[in-house]
């Protein structure tokens, strides 16, 4: 083919494919521009997972009436001015690339006013052929309704996942606005239901509350410090308070959410020893440093930031964490960490300092993956000699004598596989399940309650009576025998995050993969001393 220059159409839908990759990124760049336009009340409303549409309402400055127009067009900002501008951005936008974008890839619609109008100005774009200027009664501020997003572009459409996860991104882009702009008021609303909502007194605790329930933000620790002119402040979560992922640590540039594997790199560094191998803290840390010493500009979605100093920042982190750390949590005794319980079958949870600070060997040696039931759904039906038992050392392994020598079997692995071989021969029939004698309260995150509703159906098959109660809560009335001592809180809790681990629905395989879980977390663990009637 010969060279063409693309119509406008098409250039501008490729740049959109930059920018708005899913609903949560047309959700992030319209909030960007209502923190940009000052506003104090920024309420957001989405139908289908913002496909069908996404409402954003401010009480910001607005856009004047003879502005609008130019507002939807490329590269037109009100937000810089030079290329120098660019080496010093104090705004979320720079490019003015965010209205064009998406009106080029759905139906948008802006309605504005601008503080001293006696009107409000309206334009409709659509797949990037923008309307006439209406002159409509509005409130001050700017709304804006995107309907029908990518119907223009089928081909992005495909690229989307399920619903529950394309939610699950809004929730989080607004969660992580809502914690870097404190003051301001946020209402996120999904199908109709308030899936997040912040008071805008500037609490950043009381915020974390409303994401990860009071429980968790109650032991969250306060970073503050300063070093020459770079500013770290935020909530971390002490050592003893952990997950197993990564996904609930954020940080924040000059109040811009970023994704930087060297920022979390200091901060695990700043916990250095703290942590058990494989568990990773909450963590929400911003940093405030003069806008000249980072640059923004170096991704389409702005995720991504450089330093001018990186080394200077990752040294900030690491000691603004350290100190933190020590502050307020001093290195428990060895001792203490490996705390004999005799006869107690509890489930040892890492939200409970000084308990079930277990082995890590043992921890994240995973003895299922080589049995479990990924590989072989048959589980192999190897017949174990008879054996006797001689003893327990070192409060982690059962000593026994065979036929062929002596055997050592590690306490928690061995554990676990009767539970899991009973659990999976009860499968099918009736699990048997033990009712709480008061039913307990969990509250979870926005994001992590979507998914546990979708497993809600999978949890009761296998004994557990969760249901809804109230939004982002929810109450436990039975779980399964097996975990009959464990702290049903913690139960739920340990489970939604391994659902988190996934990001494909697991479906059928499901079932099989939350015994395994379940089974885990049941086993005794090392360092707990059992009786012989255990130890048979
Ligand atoms: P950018 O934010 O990079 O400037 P956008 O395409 O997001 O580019 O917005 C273009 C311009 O429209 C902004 O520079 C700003 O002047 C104006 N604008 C957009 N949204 C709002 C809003 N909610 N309130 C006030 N002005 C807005
Ligand atoms: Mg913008």
Same mark, same amino acid.
């Given at each position: 083919?010969?060279?063409?220059?693309?119509?406008?159409?098409?250039? &501008?839908?490729?740049?959109?494919?930059?920018? #708005? %990759?899913?609903?949560? @990124?047309?959700?992030?760049?319209? =909030? $960007?521009?209502? !923190?940009?336009?000052?506003?104090?009340?920024?309420?957001?409303?989405?139908?289908?997972?913002?496909?069908?549409?996404?409402?954003?309402?401010?009480?910001?400055?607005?856009?004047?009436?003879?502005?609008?127009?130019?507002?939807?067009?490329?590269?037109?900002?009100?937000?810089?001015?030079?290329?120098?501008?660019?080496?010093?951005?104090?705004?979320?936008?720079?490019?003015?690339?965010?209205?064009?974008?998406?009106?080029?890839? &759905?139906?948008?619609?802006?309605?504005?006013? #601008? %503080?001293?109008?006696? @009107?409000?100005?309206?334009?409709? =774009? $659509?797949?990037? !052929?923008?309307?006439?200027?209406?002159?409509?009664?509005?409130?001050?501020?700017?709304?804006?309704?995107?309907?029908?997003?990518?119907?223009?572009?089928?081909?992005?459409?495909?690229?989307?996942?399920?619903?529950?996860?394309?939610?699950?991104?809004?929730?989080?882009?607004?969660?992580?606005?809502?914690?870097?702009?404190?003051?301001?008021?946020?209402?996120?609303?999904?199908?109709?239901?308030?899936?997040?909502?912040?008071?805008?007194?500037?609490?950043?605790?009381?915020?974390?509350?409303?994401?990860?329930?009071?429980?968790?933000?109650?032991?969250?620790?306060?970073?503050?410090?300063?070093?020459?002119?770079?500013?770290?402040?935020?909530?971390?979560?002490?050592?003893?308070?952990?997950?197993?992922?990564?996904?609930?640590?954020?940080?924040?540039?000059?109040?811009?959410?970023?994704?930087?594997?060297?920022?979390?790199?200091?901060?695990?560094?700043?916990?250095?020893?703290?942590?058990?191998?494989?568990?990773?803290?909450?963590?929400?840390?911003?940093?405030?440093?003069?806008?000249?010493?980072?640059?923004?500009?170096?991704?389409?979605?702005?995720?991504?930031?450089?330093?001018?100093?990186?080394?200077?920042?990752?040294?900030?982190?690491?000691?603004?964490?350290?100190?933190?750390?020590?502050?307020?949590?001093?290195?428990?005794?060895?001792?203490?960490?490996?705390?004999?319980?005799?006869?107690?079958?509890?489930?040892?949870?890492?939200?409970?300092?000084?308990?079930?600070?277990?082995?890590?060997?043992?921890?994240?040696?995973?003895?299922?993956?080589?049995?479990?039931?990924?590989?072989?759904?048959?589980?192999?039906?190897?017949?174990?000699?008879?054996?006797?038992?001689?003893?327990?050392?070192?409060?982690?392994?059962?000593?026994?004598?065979?036929?062929?020598?002596?055997?050592?079997?590690?306490?928690?692995?061995?554990?676990?596989?009767?539970?899991?071989?009973?659990?999976?021969?009860?499968?099918?029939?009736?699990?048997?399940?033990?009712?709480?004698?008061?039913?307990?309260?969990?509250?979870?995150?926005?994001?992590?309650?979507?998914?546990?509703?979708?497993?809600?159906?999978?949890?009761?098959?296998?004994?557990?009576?969760?249901?809804?109660?109230?939004?982002?809560?929810?109450?436990?009335?039975?779980?399964?025998?097996?975990?009959?001592?464990?702290?049903?809180?913690?139960?739920?809790?340990?489970?939604?995050?391994?659902?988190?681990?996934?990001?494909?629905?697991?479906?059928?395989?499901?079932?099989?993969?939350?015994?395994?879980?379940?089974?885990?977390?049941?086993?005794?663990?090392?360092?707990?001393?059992?009786?012989?009637?255990?130890?048979?």
């Amino acid at each position: 083919m010969p060279i063409e220059i693309l119509p406008d159409e098409i250039a &501008s839908q490729i740049a959109a494919g930059e920018v #708005v %990759e899913r609903p949560a @990124s047309v959700v992030k760049e319209l =909030v $960007e521009n209502a !923190i940009d336009a000052g506003a104090q009340n920024i309420e957001v409303r989405t139908l289908e997972a913002g496909q069908q549409l996404i409402n954003i309402r401010d009480d910001g400055q607005g856009i004047p009436a003879d502005e609008l127009q130019l507002a939807v067009t490329r590269h037109a900002t009100s937000k810089l001015r030079s290329a120098e501008d660019l080496f010093r951005v104090n705004t979320l936008g720079f490019r003015g690339e965010a209205l064009a974008s998406i009106g080029s890839v &759905s139906r948008m619609t802006i309605t504005s006013r #601008v %503080e001293g109008a006696d @009107s409000g100005a309206q334009l409709h =774009v $659509e797949g990037g !052929i923008v309307g006439q200027l209406e002159r409509i009664g509005a409130p001050r501020g700017t709304e804006i309704l995107v309907s029908d997003l990518f119907y223009n572009v089928p081909a992005r459409r495909k690229f989307l996942k399920s619903d529950q996860t394309e939610r699950r991104h809004i929730d989080e882009t607004l969660t992580n606005y809502a914690l870097a702009y404190p003051q301001i008021r946020f209402v996120l609303e999904q199908e109709g239901k308030i899936a997040l909502q912040t008071t805008g007194n500037g609490e950043r605790k009381e915020i974390m509350a409303a994401i990860y329930g009071f429980d968790i933000a109650r032991q969250m620790l306060e970073v503050i410090a300063q070093e020459g002119d770079i500013g770290v402040t935020g909530l971390i979560s002490p050592g003893s308070l952990t997950r197993s992922n990564r996904r609930a640590i954020q940080f924040f540039v000059n109040g811009r959410p970023v994704q930087d594997y060297s920022l979390t790199a200091a901060l695990l560094q700043g916990y250095h020893t703290l942590l058990m191998t494989g568990r990773y803290p909450f963590a929400q840390v911003f940093i405030d440093m003069p806008s000249d010493r980072v640059d923004v500009n170096v991704h389409p979605t702005k995720a991504e930031v450089r330093f001018r100093d990186r080394d200077e920042v990752f040294m900030a982190i690491q000691r603004a964490i350290r100190r933190a750390l020590l502050a307020y949590s001093p290195i428990p005794e060895l001792r203490s960490q490996y705390q004999w319980q005799p006869g107690e079958h509890n489930f040892p949870t890492t939200w409970e300092p000084n308990r079930g600070q277990i082995n890590p060997e043992v921890e994240s040696a995973d003895p299922l993956v080589s049995i479990g039931p990924q590989e072989s759904p048959e589980l192999p039906h190897t017949r174990m000699p008879v054996l006797r038992l001689v003893g327990q050392i070192a409060a982690a392994y059962l000593i026994a004598e065979g036929p062929d020598g002596l055997y050592l079997i590690d306490q928690h692995a061995a554990h676990e596989r009767v539970l899991f071989e009973r659990f999976l021969r009860q499968a099918g029939d009736q699990v048997a399940s033990q009712r709480l004698l008061e039913p307990v309260v969990v509250e979870l995150p926005p994001a992590s309650s979507r998914l546990l509703e979708q497993q809600l159906s999978v949890l009761h098959q296998l004994g557990f009576a969760v249901e809804a109660f109230g939004r982002n809560s929810y109450l436990v009335r039975a779980v399964p025998n097996l975990l009959a001592g464990m702290d049903p809180a913690a139960a739920i809790r340990v489970l939604v995050e391994d659902f988190e681990e996934d990001e494909t629905p697991l479906q059928g395989k499901l079932e099989e993969k939350v015994i395994a879980r379940v089974c885990k977390r049941a086993a005794v663990k090392a360092g707990q001393v059992l009786s012989e009637q255990e130890q048979k």
